[in-house]
């Protein structure tokens, strides 16, 4: 017969069975119940359409996310199974998370790599040997990035005779790579002994512009030694592949280029680097939890809600803008032909009334008593109108006029002649 188990000797074995043969799981799906707790503690459930489960991620590694967990969000979330031992609930205890789709980036990134390594991008006989003691070193990063001051840092320490010259690039987002190619380019001209190309560490995304292929041709291309430093340690990106020698961290670049300047101090020089090594990651945890808070700020601060109604107000400024011009052009088109019809009822009614103005002139003149001046005859005229003869009866008073007189008389007698 079996031995019996106590419940909490049964949840004991099947914690230390989950813990053990699940000491690392990637599991993909939706967020929900997300509570984030006054201990810095995340306590929330990933659920797909056909189940859930419980899950944490305490205070160390949520401090370390890029990104803020929130509800309805799809993730992929890296940890291990662990049991709760006094309720018997198991739960993922979560080390780190990413925003679903960076699996794509992951496919694109082999995609290139398989196809820059069917054209000898890779090839080890290809690779460039570096100087012994290096003079001038180009440094093709970001001026303001934490990468150049660890780099000016030990090179100082290292090496002070060595000559940098900075490139300054931008090291993230669209227009990176192309500006990253560039400066390649320019520094391939500048008969250095050797270039370094590389950042400081960030998400798959920050360091994707090392990732492009017009970075890998660029490097490709060079006559003079490259050194791909990006990111930290366990960041891989293209232009490591392709480069003559990669580094870790842009720190360890300038260490592996670098001489020692004092071989007898070198113990000395250890313990400073150590210090200065625990100092650095210090800083860079600080300034990646302050780069986050100044990130988080710009995306719900005011400025970035004045900048977003600044768009939409010039946006809409363009569409009305576009409107009126259309508007103006429409109704340009519509009196074009109403000009013309105006201008052509114009000179109809001109012609009109030049053609009566003319008649009445005509009739004028042909009934002026000047044009009418014959020996023997006279105008006749009644109360200032010309009138007929035949227009007059006996004991009218008229006038007959030509061009020089006027005479007042009175019908005294009318008599018909027989035509």
Request: one cysteine or more; proline letters at 3%.
């Amino acid at each position: 017969m079996a031995s019996t188990l106590s419940v909490s000797s049964l949840n004991e074995q099947i914690k230390t069975l989950l813990e053990t043969s699940f000491e690392f799981v990637s599991v993909e799906g939706e967020l929900s119940r997300v509570t984030k707790h006054g201990s810095g503690h995340i306590y929330f459930t990933l659920k797909d359409s056909d189940s859930a489960i419980k899950c944490v991620m305490f205070k160390g590694n949520a401090a370390r996310l890029k990104f803020s967990l929130e509800e309805g969000a799809h993730i992929i979330l890296h940890g291990a199974l662990s049991l709760y031992k006094p309720r018997g609930e198991y739960q993922i205890n979560a080390f780190s998370a990413e925003p679903y789709g960076a699996g794509a980036l992951a496919v694109a990134f082999e995609q290139l790599k398989q196809k820059l390594e069917a054209k000898g991008y890779f090839d080890p006989t290809r690779k460039k040997s570096f100087p012994k003691f290096p003079q001038t070193i180009i440094l093709v990063t970001s001026a303001t990035g934490a990468a150049l001051q660890d780099m000016q840092r030990v090179a100082t320490h290292r090496w002070p005779l060595v000559k940098l010259i900075v490139l300054d690039v931008l090291v993230q987002g669209s227009s990176a790579a192309g500006q990253i190619a560039d400066a390649l380019r320019y520094a391939d001209t500048l008969n250095a002994d050797a270039v370094i190309v590389g950042r400081g560490g960030g998400s798959i995304e920050d360091l994707w512009a090392f990732n492009e292929e017009i970075v890998a041709d660029a490097i490709f291309a060079m006559n003079t030694p490259v050194m791909s430093a990006v990111g930290h340690e366990i960041d891989w990106v293209i232009s490591d592949y392709v480069s003559d020698m990669r580094a870790p961290t842009p720190s360890a670049a300038m260490q592996m280029l670098l001489p020692d300047q004092n071989e007898l101090f070198q113990n000395i020089d250890e313990i400073r680097f150590s210090a200065y090594g625990m100092i650095a990651q210090r800083l860079e945890r600080k300034r990646e939890q302050l780069t986050s808070m100044q990130e988080a700020f710009k995306r719900h601060g005011v400025e970035h809600r004045l900048e977003v109604q600044r768009e939409l107000v010039k946006e809409l400024r363009e569409r009305l803008d576009r409107q009126m011009a259309q508007r103006l052009e429409q109704s340009r088109r519509e009196i074009a032909p109403l000009i013309e019809r105006l201008n052509q009822s114009i000179e109809s009614t001109l012609r009109q009334k030049q053609f009566m103005i003319t008649q009445l002139n005509e009739g004028f003149n042909a009934n002026h008593p000047k044009n009418k001046n014959k020996s023997g005859f006279a105008q006749i005229a009644r109360e200032g109108k010309v009138i007929d003869l035949d227009a007059l009866s006996v004991g009218d008073r008229f006038d007959a006029m030509n061009d020089k007189r006027v005479v007042r008389a009175e019908v005294l007698e009318i008599e018909t002649l027989e035509s």
